[in-house]
């Protein structure tokens, strides 16, 4: 007859004195629902040396805690399931740390879950590439000693700070300072571990003004156009939002 079993939560980052408490709770709780069986599973005591979460399983339900864990294992579980130990992974691996799920069998213990953490592979960083390509924002800093001179743009909570460009280009971009501008050159991005892209430098070839007319301006000009249907049309803003796709006027 299966009796009850004692499932491990291994974490090698801590030992049982050192971990705060809070911590200490989240892993519990994440422990608690990789195994399931909430009604089911019981909360033992800490081990010594890293800390070990030791729980038990009552028999009737040991089966399909193991079965689900080997689901985990395998990569078959659902994937809600999946999802809480990538999560469970990227904590481990923030805490610099390892895991293991263990069981309990005779005198011996198996590894039925392994969470790399710390030790799995980190992702690559590429780059930098050069580009040809532009940016938009407002104009909000031009200004430097030297021959190259640096540009700031701002486009909503982005703040393009390496861009640069020549005397001459700088002394016309000056003109339209605070103003919605296009720069056109050769960017110098990199692409960061994380997946993002960092600019690592925009050198500046030419520039255009961008138009701040509003929509209500935009129906204006349409609507002096002749036979351009602009008159016919009962809500002429809520057209051009839905050509936009914006839900706001400017």
């Not at 890293?50 to 080997?70: A, G, H, M, Q, W």
């Not at 339209?176 to 056109?184: A, G, K, N, S």
Request: charged content about 30%.
């Amino acid at each position: 007859m299966t009796e009850d079993r004692k499932f491990r939560f291994y974490i090698d980052a801590y030992s049982p004195s050192d971990i705060p408490m809070a911590k200490l709770a989240q892993y519990m709780a994440d422990f608690a629902e990789l195994l399931g069986k909430e009604h089911a599973v019981h909360f033992v005591h800490l081990e010594e040396g890293s800390t070990t979460i030791v729980s038990r399983v009552e028999r009737e339900d040991v089966p399909k805690v193991t079965n689900r864990l080997l689901e985990i294992r395998h990569g078959t579980a659902p994937k809600e399931l999946l999802k809480l130990v990538a999560e469970i992974d990227n904590r481990l691996a923030n805490d610099n740390a390892v895991g293991r799920i263990l069981e309990e069998k005779g005198d011996g213990r198996a590894e039925l879950v392994a969470f790399p953490g710390r030790e799995r592979p980190k992702p690559a960083s590429y780059g930098p590439f050069s580009q040809d390509g532009h940016l938009d924002g407002v104009l909000i800093s031009i200004g430097g000693k030297d021959e190259t001179v640096p540009v700031r743009l701002q486009n909503g909570s982005m703040i393009y700070t390496n861009c640069d460009t020549t005397r001459p280009l700088a002394r016309e971009l000056g003109r339209h300072l605070f103003e919605p501008i296009r720069i056109f050159g050769v960017g110098r991005w990199k692409r960061e571990a994380s997946g993002e892209w960092t600019l690592v430098r925009f050198r500046i070839s030419r520039f255009e003004v961008l138009d701040k007319s509003t929509l209500r301006d935009a129906v204006t000009t349409l609507r002096t156009i002749p036979g351009s249907g602009w008159n016919d049309i009962e809500d002429p803003l809520a057209e051009l939002r839905n050509i936009r796709g914006k839900d706001e006027l400017n």
